[in-house]
C-alpha cells in the first residue's frame, strides 16, 4: 500500500503563487508516476499535471502551462507543485495521485491523497 498525504494549500490573492507538496510513503518503490488533479465545485475533477518518477516524461494541462510546475524531491519522496500567478479559476480542492503510468486519466491512479483546498481570491 502507498499512502499520500498532501500540504500546502491556502487562500492567496489572485498573481499570487503556492506551493504544493504530496509526500509518498509505503511501498513507493510500486510506483512509477505521480500526479496533481484538481476538483472545483460543481465541476468534474480534472487533470493539472503529471510526471514521472525518474522524471523522464513531464506533462501540464494547457490551462496551467507557464504557469505551473512539477517535480520531485527525491530525498523526500515528495512531488510538487509549483504554481504560479494564480488566477480565480485555479480555485479548487487539489489532489495528488499515484500509480504505474503517467497519464491524465485519472482511473490510471491507484493511489490517492485526501486533497487540499486552494483558494485564489480576487
Known amino acids: 500500500q502507498v499512502q499520500l498525504e498532501e500540504s500546502g494549500g491556502g487562500l492567496v490573492q489572485a498573481g499570487g503563487s503556492l506551493r504544493l507538496s504530496c509526500a509518498a510513503s509505503?511501498?513507493?518503490?510500486?510506483?512509477?508516476?505521480m500526479a496533481w488533479f484538481r476538483q472545483a465545485p460543481g465541476k468534474e475533477r480534472e487533470f493539472v499535471a503529471t510526471?514521472?518518477?525518474?522524471?523522464?516524461?513531464?506533462v501540464l494541462a494547457d490551462s496551467v502551462k507557464g504557469r505551473f510546475a512539477i517535480s520531485r524531491d527525491r530525498t523526500t519522496n515528495t512531488v510538487v507543485l509549483q504554481m504560479n500567478n494564480l488566477k480565480l479559476d485555479d480555485t479548487a480542492v487539489y489532489y495528488c495521485?499515484?500509480?504505474?503510468?503517467?497519464?491524465?486519466?485519472?482511473?490510471?491512479?491507484?493511489?490517492w491523497g485526501q486533497g487540499t483546498q486552494v483558494t485564489v481570491s480576487s
Open positions: 509505503g511501498r513507493t518503490s510500486s510506483l512509477s508516476a
Open positions: 510526471r514521472r518518477w525518474d522524471g523522464g516524461y513531464t
Open positions: 495521485a499515484a500509480g504505474i503510468v503517467a497519464t491524465r486519466t485519472s482511473d490510471d491512479y491507484n493511489y
